[in-house]
């Protein structure tokens, strides 16, 4: 059974940085599309970026372009969501998801998801 087990979060002052990290084991990492999702309270599950087989990348909310770097690291089976100049509205349990096919917006079309991790921003 495979797993996706996220880290770093925390608390931040906003302009702040943070990297997540997101490790997978029981799937061949190099194999699959790892996207990142968020939910914010009382918000939908929203795509933010994604990182595909071959290291193309996708972002998938304008408020996050040029602030939300992802990267992966095949060796270690991690991906990493690097996030610059933290705002307040950035606060949200933030999902790292696999899946076997090219990078989807829809979180239903990954095949593993994790339980996500805490990014809390104070103004």
């Known amino acids: 059974q495979a797993t996706v087990v996220e880290s770093g979060g925390g608390l931040v002052q906003a302009g702040g940085s943070l990297r997540l990290s997101c490790t997978a084991s029981g799937l061949t990492f190099d194999d699959y599309s790892l996207g990142w999702f968020r939910r914010a309270p009382g918000r939908e599950r929203q795509a933010v970026i994604c990182v595909e087989m071959r290291g193309r990348t996708i972002d998938y909310t304008d408020s996050v372009k040029g602030r939300f770097t992802v990267s992966r690291d095949n060796a270690k089976n991690t991906v990493y969501l690097t996030i610059n100049n933290l705002k307040p509205e950035d606060t949200a349990m933030y999902y790292c998801?696999?899946?076997?096919?090219?990078?989807?917006?829809?979180?239903?079309?990954?095949?593993?998801w994790g339980q996500g991790t805490q990014v809390t921003v104070s103004s």
């Open positions: 998801a696999a899946r076997d096919d090219a990078c989807s917006r829809s979180w239903s079309r990954y095949n593993y």
